[in-house]
């Protein structure tokens, strides 16, 4: 899909960057452009991008705080040290699984 995408507004740069049409065409072309983009099909993407971006920017470093802190509240919790250690690491292998989760549902997304 980005690809796709990336190859059409390419071509479209390209095209008006490279036309020697002159300033008249350039008009034309930027007025349809502006037309294509003021869609409400264009528009509902966009929002749709806007709302991923929102939501999905900030998963990674959320999971890996979250991670974080699990790991040093088990690292604290009473116990002895072998235990405090067996709970801190149990909590870095649940974190880095989230933040692995997190990345994958990113990279899904994205897509």
Do not use: F
Request: hydrophobic share 40%; net charge positive; glycine share 10%.
């Amino acid at each position: 899909m980005r690809g796709k995408l990336g190859l059409v507004i390419g071509l479209g740069v390209g095209y008006v960057l490279g036309t020697r049409a002159g300033r008249e065409r350039y008009e034309q072309i930027k007025d349809k452009a502006e037309e294509v983009w003021e869609l409400p099909v264009v528009q509902k993407q966009v929002a749709k991008a806007k709302d991923l971006a929102k939501s999905s920017a900030l998963a990674v470093p959320r999971a890996a705080w979250n991670g974080a802190i699990k790991v040093v509240k088990a690292a604290t919790t009473p116990g002895t040290p072998g235990q405090r250690l067996d709970a801190a690491l149990d909590e870095t292998g649940d974190a880095a699984g989230d933040v692995k989760k997190a990345a994958d549902e990113q990279k899904k997304a994205a897509r």
